[in-house]
């Protein structure tokens, strides 16, 4: 089982960029297909993308489609969230997420492991 580290969170304005990373341990990440998931005050915790373990294949929910762009590099075993166009409704706190399966599930219960979550505040 991988464990999981964010970083890369902090406080931006409308219209601008950040960038999340999650770095991950062990020998078997290529094993894993990962998941970006953010979880608003008094809101579930929603799968914003995906990426299969092969890295051939993306998800984007509908909501971020167009400014995220998810990406991995499985010789180093991250994964990252590069976030353009920032609004404030993206304004949560962001998890990474391993699931053992080649594609993406969609569900918070789809997954194996939970990085700690990172902050993410856009000001308008």
């Known amino acids: 089982q991988v464990q999981l580290v964010e970083s890369g969170g902090g406080s931006v304005q409308a219209g601008g960029s950040l960038r999340l990373s999650c770095a991950a341990s062990?020998?078997?990440?290529?094993?894993?297909?990962m998941g970006w998931f953010r979880q608003a005050p008094g809101k579930e915790r929603e799968l914003v993308a995906g990426i299969t373990r092969s890295g051939a294949t993306t998800y984007y929910a509908d909501s971020v489609k167009g400014r995220f762009t998810i990406s991995r590099d499985n010789a180093k075993n991250t994964v990252d969230l590069q976030m353009n166009s920032l609004k404030p409704e993206d304004t949560a706190v962001y998890y990474c997420?391993?699931?053992?399966?080649?594609?993406?599930?969609?569900?918070?219960?789809?997954?194996?492991?939970w990085g700690q979550g990172t902050q993410v505040t856009v000001s308008s």
């Open positions: 062990g020998r078997t990440f290529s094993l894993y297909a």
């Open positions: 997420a391993a699931r053992r399966d080649s594609i993406w599930g969609t569900q918070p219960f789809d997954y194996h492991s």
